[in-house]
């Protein structure tokens, strides 16, 4: 009895301790945050248990948490909200009520999720996309694509390029009422990425006859071949999503070896021929001094991991290695980063790198941003840091699309 108690006590203190992450005192509703952060590692706790017995795997129970938020496609007076597909890419359309003059602009926006979870259908996408409808009279796609593990990389980017050569055609923008010299790609977290990288790609596309007006990434990932960047470091435990999560979502994008994220884990995951390509993320040049503080940088370490998967060094996965002459192209790129994120350099480097080529860019920094808020600016949490991110990013847009 004594022995169970004492063993009962034990799991209690260690799992606390797992799951307990202090918040930066500069966060606001401290503890919406730290319930938040306490539920997350709850169920990735509970998910990894599941999938080291056998029962399920760490994806699918996650996965059907996130479900239970998605809502319907809803009209009211301002909007009218149907979800169809284009090709077979299933879709959210927000379609403006009111008659209008001249053609609208239009956003297609890409969801976030680590490349394994969500959809449009979640209620903080679906009111982040309603609101930019209504606010901006513009036409919103949201746009679901293809998740990892079932479909690995580059599937996401093949959904994102089909999705984009239907839209961008005449007769659909036509159709749709859409202007097509006022259109652009908006996405979050890794849906930041995919907007990166479709980006790139639809600007030198010859096929795609009409070009993006801008883009904006909000706290986008943007590169995978250094693990070990100061922001991974300050935020290995971060809330939500930890430097373990992070590289577990990371690799099931790529590929089922589990080799992948030991080696990530340990930032050896790279072939010596993708030396070359750490000048684009060499964050002891990209990094203002801000960021950069005492961290000490030191050269990759190639070559120690037995295999080699070319997907890692693609820039359709990774937009932050593209060359300068591709790079070259973009057009007006709004980043925004978070403080407190584990991405926050990848952001910080992008823009960087587009401000030193001359590409407009308009970079802005939250202090007391955390990865993820828009997510959880709706109910139950009502995150005000979520609410405030979302009014930064609609003014923006507002007034550059
Ligand atoms: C990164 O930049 C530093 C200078 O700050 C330089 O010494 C180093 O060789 C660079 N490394 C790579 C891989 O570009």
């Known amino acids: 009895m004594g022995f169970k108690t004492l063993c009962l006590g034990l799991f209690c203190i260690s799992f606390l301790s797992y799951i307990y992450t202090p918040v930066p005192d500069n966060i606001e509703e ?170 790139q790609q639809v600007q030198i596309d010859p096929e795609v006859r009409h070009k993006i007006k801008l883009q904006a990434l909000l706290y986008p990932g943007l590169q995978v071949i250094d693990s070990y960047v100061p922001s991974h470091r300050e935020n290995e435990h971060g809330v939500v999503l930890t430097r373990d999560i992070a590289i577990k979502l990371v690799s099931l994008f790529f590929t089922k070896d589990e080799a992948l994220p030991r080696a990530m884990r340990r930032n050896q995951h790279m072939p010596l021929e993708s030396r070359p390509l750490f000048k684009f993320v060499n964050w002891s040049t990209l990094l203002p001094d801000k960021y950069r503080k005492n961290h000490v940088y030191s050269e990759p370490m190639l070559g120690r991991s037995a295999y080699s998967l070319p997907a890692l060094m693609d820039s359709r996965a990774s937009p932050l290695l593209a060359s300068d002459a591709q790079l070259q192209n973009l057009p007006l790129t709004y980043v925004l980063t978070c403080q407190y994120d584990l991405l926050r350099d990848d952001g910080l480097m992008y823009a960087s790198r587009l401000q030193n080529l001359g590409v407009q860019v308009a970079h802005e920094h939250v202090e ?22 979302k009014d930064m990013y609609i003014t923006w847009l507002d007034k550059n699309l």
């Open 30 to 199: 401290t503890w919406k945050v730290m319930a938040l952060d306490a539920v997350a590692k709850t169920c990735t706790f509970m998910a990894l248990c599941l999938e080291n017995i056998g029962i399920m795997r760490y994806e699918d129970f996650i996965s059907m948490i996130i479900r239970l938020d998605y809502i319907q496609p809803l009209s009211d007076e301002y909007v009218t909200v149907i979800d169809t597909a284009f090709v077979d890419i299933p879709v959210r359309l927000y379609l403006p009520k009111r008659k209008s003059e001249i053609p609208r602009r239009a956003v297609i926006y890409i969801h976030g999720g680590g490349f394994c979870f969500g959809s449009f259908k979640q209620r903080a996408f679906d009111f982040l996309n309603r609101w930019t409808a209504e606010r901006l009279d513009a036409v919103v796609v949201g746009m679901d694509y293809r998740l990892a593990p079932e479909h690995h990389f580059p599937a996401q980017f093949e959904d994102g390029i089909t999705l984009l050569k239907f839209f961008l055609q005449d007769e659909i923008l036509a159709k749709y009422g859409v202007d097509p010299t006022r259109i652009a790609i908006s996405g979050d977290s890794s849906g930041g990425t995919l907007a990166a990288a479709l980006t």
């Open 368 to 389: 007391d941003g955390i990865h993820g808020a828009l997510s959880y600016m709706t109910s139950p949490l009502n995150l005000r840091i979520g609410l405030r991110i």
